[in-house]
């Protein structure tokens, strides 16, 4: 090999590893951003929640479809606030909402500027009992699973939320478990501005939770065969 090929060969390794180590940065930027939100939404400090979202973002929570800044912003610091902390942007002494997130699984598309995420959440709620008010239609001691699969976007150099997309699962109030209870948030069904703290939007039907159970499609192909997962219809299982 003679020295301009050698030239030419390193600078193809070398271009190879710096895209290389910035995948690594956005997979720890795009991490630390969706943990962030976890600490955040944990402590009701809504405004910062709402903070890492793209101008164009959507949030789907329940069977409603929340559209833009405006419309995340009614969800978390109109809806939430008013009703957790009546209206105060911080935790308040008795209420628990501890928002773990794990098992995260992320891909960069080609572009660079767009990623996706799949993550469990696991989360840990209550009113102490000697909390001055306790919450309406609150469970004094729950636990709640579900999934997440986001979508992310890099503007100006930083990673911001463009999709939330949590997938509730299951409920459990304590101490019955969950083999003895279902899930106590129910469906959506009016949108905004007829509800004030309404969707902007309505899925066709309401995600089915516990004690039904239902695999949230992945955003990937299988690691091993490559083949994207399909769901087997219910009546042949």
């Given amino acids: 090999m003679n020295q301009d090929s050698q030239i030419t060969a390193l600078q193809q390794e070398l271009a190879t590893l710096k ?31 709402v903070d890492l979202f793209a101008d164009e973002c959507e949030t789907y929570f329940l069977n409603g479809i929340y559209k833009g800044k405006e419309g995340v912003r009614r969800l978390y610091c109109t809806w939430f606030r008013e009703h957790f902390t009546e209206g105060y942007n911080g935790p308040i002494d008795g209420f628990l909402l501890d928002h773990l997130i794990m098992q995260d699984i992320i891909h960069i598309d080609e572009d660079g500027t ?3 995420i799949r993550a469990r959440c696991f989360m840990q709620g209550g ?11 609150f469970p004094e001691q729950n636990l709640e699973g579900g999934i997440y699969e986001n ?31 279902e899930a106590h948030l129910m469906p959506l069904t009016r949108t905004f501005p007829e509800d004030p703290r309404g969707p902007d939007a309505l899925l066709d039907h309401a995600p089915e939770t516990w004690p039904r159970t239902r695999v949230v499609p992945f955003h990937y192909a299988h690691p091993v065969t490559g083949k994207m997962w399909q769901p087997v219809p219910r009546e042949k299982v």
């Fill in 151 to 181: 979508i992310f976007v890099k503007e100006d150099g930083i990673w911001k939320i463009k999709v939330l997309n949590y997938n509730m699962l299951w409920q459990a109030d304590m101490p019955e478990g969950w083999a003895h209870t």
């Fill in 19 to 49: 895209r290389q180590v910035t995948a690594l940065e956005d997979i720890n930027a795009i991490r630390h951003l969706q943990y962030a939100y976890g600490y955040y939404i944990d402590k009701c400090l809504y405004d910062e929640a």
């Fill in 114 to 116: 767009t990623a996706r």
């Fill in 127 to 137: 009113v102490h009992r000697s909390a001055p008010r306790k919450v309406p239609n």
